[in-house]
């Protein structure tokens, strides 16, 4: 089973940028990918989601800002994050799952990262 690392996060004030890696123990060719966070006494939610052609998906309150890629070479997935708010504040969590579609919902996700902090200072 894959194994997911996440990295990246950290203190950034409103409006600034950050990246986020998520490394992976085998090749994701055949996996989709995602990110979902979770703020502190919070559900976790959807941010985005790639599969292995490119095709993504972004959460509706954060298209433009947020953008989803993928490096099957590296067995890299990545977030970037723009123009970030307070309101992203959460633990930004990796995922995969080998099933079609990219799916929005935590529990279609069969493989879990530990999470990253991202926290976005007033």
Do not use: H
Not at 2 to 13: A, D, F, H, N, P
Not at 50 to 75: E, L, Q
Not at 83 to 105: H, I, M
Not at 112 to 122: A, C
Request: net charge positive.
């Amino acid at each position: 089973q894959v194994q997911l690392v996440e990295s990246g996060g950290g203190l950034v004030q409103a409006g600034g940028s950050l990246r986020l890696s998520c490394a992976a123990s085998e090749r994701i060719l055949a996996y989709v990918m995602g990110w979902f966070r979770q703020a502190l006494g919070k559900d976790r939610e959807f941010v985005a989601a790639i599969n292995w052609a490119g095709d993504s998906t972004v959460s509706d309150s954060m298209k433009g800002r947020f953008t989803i890629s993928r490096d099957n070479v590296k067995s890299t997935l990545y977030l970037q994050m723009n123009s970030l708010k307070p309101e992203d504040t959460a633990v930004y969590f990796c995922a995969a799952k080998r099933s079609l579609g990219l799916n929005s919902f935590s529990s279609d996700y069969n493989y879990w990262g530990q999470g990253t902090q991202v926290t976005v200072s007033s």
